[in-house]
């Protein structure tokens, strides 16, 4: 296994384009869509689970670790995310195969809830972290100023750490809308000054040398729920709410269609509604921050274009039951028989449009989970 994982941390490039390459591949397998042939899925998912595990490789090559970094979990939680996803198509098409697209839901929201158990799991071991990508993606981004209390108090409370002038400086300079911040911190640039001036040449080296032989240890710890709660006031249990609706709406939407069936609006509208309510919550975040300079929650970047792209996932209730049916089918249909006639385009467009017909067929592929 050491060996494999040389070779392919060597070869990453290499292992990159025979993925792409097989992956795309599997889309023209024979009877893709096929409602009782299981062979095809199980070679896609057989592809995808090589290439989670190959992606894992790659980005768990050792590294020297920073001083005072937290430690890395040890259970690989977007592992284990990416490996649900690429087994549960071949799950859904096995239970219809065998007990019929009644019993199928029972399968899927087994599925289902395993990967909420995972993410919340996630959420919970990251410090409450947005998930990126369904958490197939670790949010790695440091966002002290949302989580971290001691920096908006000084680290007053943490014994260990030092409280002196050049510690105050960077705190206020953090916020410089702050005119008693903007007071203190040129006070305390004026006194570190006189220090340094009256401090003896050799008690510098000493200190600089006491420094360099005893570096920082201080770790970074993750926040619990309770200090989110009481130090980010609303913001912070809006966010709460709107990232754990994100994680269980994809169960919900399950369970209300193994209750009253697929062409049924009611779970469409479910989840619609819960997609909606939790990304106006994070959403008003997003624009908090925007708007107030001092607001007490931050999202990172990478989590705010995660927003857009979990709006973007909206598109899929196009392609959902009961609306595909009733709408959007028939759009592709006028669209197909529109450019049949015209050579080479319509081939394609026929060929695309059979592959999306056929995409709709699976929950999996459309559910956005």
């Not at 896609?44 to 992606?55: L, P, Q, V, Y």
């Not at 269609?257 to 779970?267: A, E, T």
């Not at 509208?269 to 909606?276: I, K, N, P, R």
């Not at 995660?306 to 759009?331: Q, S």
Request: include cysteine.
């Amino acid at each position: 296994m050491e060996a494999y994982k040389r070779w392919v941390r060597r070869n990453k490039d290499y292992v990159h384009s025979m993925e792409s390459l097989a992956n795309g591949l599997t889309w023209l397998l024979p009877e893709r869509f096929s409602d009782s042939e299981i062979g095809p899925e199980a070679v896609t998912s057989f592809f995808g689970i090589i290439t989670a595990i190959n992606e894992h490789i790659i980005e768990t090559t050792p590294t020297q670790r920073v001083t005072g970094q937290a430690e890395p979990s040890f259970f690989p939680y977007s592992l284990c995310i990416t490996l649900l996803k690429d087994l549960e198509t071949l799950v859904e098409v096995t239970a219809q195969h065998f007990f019929g697209d009644d019993r199928k839901w029972n399968f899927i929201a087994a599925t289902e809830a395993t990967k909420v158990l995972v993410r919340l799991a996630m959420f919970r071991n990251s410090g409450y972290k947005m998930l990126l990508h369904g958490g197939e993606t670790v949010n790695t981004e440091k966002r002290s100023d949302v989580f971290n209390s001691e920096q908006r108090h000084g680290n007053l409370a943490n014994p260990g750490i030092h409280h002196g002038p050049g510690n105050l400086k960077n705190h206020y300079q953090q916020t410089p809308w702050n005119l008693e911040g903007r007071a203190l911190s040129a006070l305390n640039s004026f006194g570190e000054t006189a220090r340094m001036v009256s401090q003896p040449t050799w008690l510098s080296r000493v200190q600089h040398q006491q420094a360099m032989m005893e570096p920082p240890t201080m770790m970074v710890e993750k926040p619990s729920l309770s200090t989110i709660l009481s130090e980010n006031g609303i913001p912070g249990g809006l966010f709460m709410l709107g990232e754990v609706m994100f994680i269980i709406r994809p169960l919900l939407y399950v369970l209300w269609i193994r209750k009253y069936g697929n062409r049924s609006w009611l779970p469409w509208f479910v989840s619609l509604g819960a997609d909606l309510i939790g990304n106006s919550f994070l959403s008003y975040i997003a624009t908090l921050q925007s708007s107030r300079k001092d607001s007490l929650f931050h999202l990172s970047t990478p989590e705010r274009d995660e927003l857009k792209r979990r709006k973007l996932l909206w598109a899929l209730y196009l392609m959902r039951d009961p609306f595909f049916t009733k709408y959007t089918r028939k759009r592709l249909d006028h669209t197909q028989k529109l450019l049949e006639p015209v050579p080479i385009i319509g081939f394609f467009a026929e060929k695309l449009i059979e592959l999306l017909v056929g995409a709709q067929t699976r929950y999996t592929y459309m559910s956005g989970s």
